[in-house]
DNA sequence: GAGATAGTGAACGTCAATGTACAGGTTAAG
DNA sequence: CTTAACCTGTACATTGACGTTCACTATCTC
C-alpha cells in the first residue's frame, strides 16, 4: 500500500487533468482519446487515473470552481460600486477565457444538484455587489437581480465566443465587457 | 411517378417538421427516434421522408430561416433608431422562443460555409439599423459594430435559457431585452 | 541492479444512435 | 372496391465512444 504515488504517474495525472481542461474549454463534447492524445498519454493510461469520463469531467470542474472561487475571492469588492465591479469583471473575464465551456461539460457530467451547488456557489460571489450597487443607486434596479446576474454570465460568455471566433480582440475585450455592462446596469434618463 | 404525395404522407411530413423544430429548439442533439415519437410517427417512417438526419436539421433550418427573415423583413425599420429597434428586438425575441438552440443544431449538421451564408443573412437584418443609430447619434459607436450585434444575439440567447429554468417570466421578458439593449446601446455620460 | 509501479497498444465487449431491409397491416384515391 | 401508396414494428448492419483485459515494456524507487 504506497502512500504517495510515483513521480511519472503523478506527472501524467497533472497533464491530463491540464488537458481535459483545455480541450473540454473548448469542446464539451470532446472524446477520451483526444484528451488522452492532447495529454500525451495513452488512453488506457488515463482510465488508469480516472474511473470514467464523469469522474474525469468532475474533478477537473472541482479544480476549475477551487481556482475560481479563489480568484475571485481575492477581488476588493469595497469601495464605489462601479470601480469594484470593473474589477470583478476583469478577474471573471480571465477566468472565462480559461475555462470557457467546462461549464457546460459540467452540465451535462455531473448529477443535477451537484451542480446547481457549484453553479449558485460561484454566482453568490456576484450577488452581494450587486445588491450593494442597487441599494446605493450605483446600479439600476428596474430589473430583477437575477436578470442581471444571468446578463453578466451571457456577456461574457458571449466575449469568448467572439474572441475565439476572431471577431473582437483577446485584449480589447476586457473593456468592451466592461463598457458594455457598466452601461446596461445604468436606467436610461 | 406521383406528382404530388398523398395526403397522410404531407400530415406526417408537416408533423415530422414541426416536432423536429420544437426538440431541436431544446436540444441539438434529439435522437431521429425521440423526433419521431414527438411527431407521432414510426422511425422508419421518418426515413421514408428525410434522407438521413443531416437532411432533415437542413430542412427544418431553412424553413426556420425562411420565415425568421420573413418576420424580420416585416418589421418596420424606419424612423427613430430606438423604437426601430424596440420593433425589431421584439420580433426578434418570438424567434429566438420559437427556434431556440435551432441555430446550435445547424451549426453542427451542416457545412460550414452554407450555414455561415444563413448566419450573416439573418446578422443583415440588423446592420443597416445598428449603422443608421450610429451615425445619428443615438447608439454609441465607441464600440465596434461586429460586438454590439454579438451583444443582441447573446442576450435573447440568455433571456431564452433564463424563461426556461423559469428564472424570469415569458411575459416580461420583451420588456427586459430592450430595456436592457436600450441602455447597452448609451454611451455613459 | 532488482522489483514494484506505471505505461503502452491492441483487442474485446457494450451501448446508443444511425440507417436499411423486410413482411405485413392501413388508408387515401380513383 | 381495388390497388398503389403509405405506415408500422422488428430485426439487422454499422459506426463511434466508453470501459476493460492482456501481454509486454519502461522507469521510478530503494
Redesign the pocket.
Known amino acids: 500500500m504506497?502512500a504517495v504515488?510515483?513521480?511519472?504517474?503523478r506527472k501524467?495525472i497533472e497533464s491530463i487533468m491540464d488537458a481535459a481542461t483545455a480541450c473540454l474549454a473548448r469542446d464539451p463534447d470532446v472524446?477520451?482519446?483526444e484528451i488522452a492524445k492532447a495529454a500525451g498519454?495513452?488512453?488506457?493510461?488515463l482510465?488508469?487515473?480516472f474511473?470514467?469520463?464523469?469522474t474525469l469531467v468532475t474533478q477537473v470542474v472541482a479544480r476549475a470552481i477551487q481556482q475560481s472561487d479563489e480568484a475571485l475571492g481575492a477581488v476588493d469588492l469595497d469601495g464605489d460600486p462601479r470601480a469594484a465591479l470593473r474589477r470583478l469583471l476583469e478577474a471573471s473575464w480571465k477566468l472565462t477565457q480559461q475555462y470557457g465551456a467546462l461549464i457546460v461539460a459540467a452540465e451535462q457530467s455531473m448529477p443535477h444538484e451537484q451542480f446547481q451547488a457549484i453553479h449558485v456557489g460561484l454566482i453568490d460571489r456576484w450577488k452581494p455587489l450587486m445588491e450593494r450597487g442597487r441599494s446605493e443607486g450605483s446600479f439600476r434596479d428596474d430589473q430583477p437581480l437575477q436578470w442581471q446576474l444571468t446578463l453578466l454570465q451571457s456577456v461574457l460568455h458571449a466575449a469568448s465566443g467572439a474572441v475565439y471566433r476572431g471577431e473582437i480582440d483577446a485584449a480589447e475585450a476586457a473593456g468592451l465587457i466592461d463598457g458594455t455592462i457598466q452601461a446596461a446596469l445604468t436606467a436610461p434618463e
Chains 1, 2 share one sequence.
Open positions: 504506497t504515488k510515483r513521480a511519472d504517474a501524467n472524446s477520451v482519446a498519454v495513452g488512453r488506457v493510461t482510465y488508469g487515473h474511473e470514467s469520463r464523469a
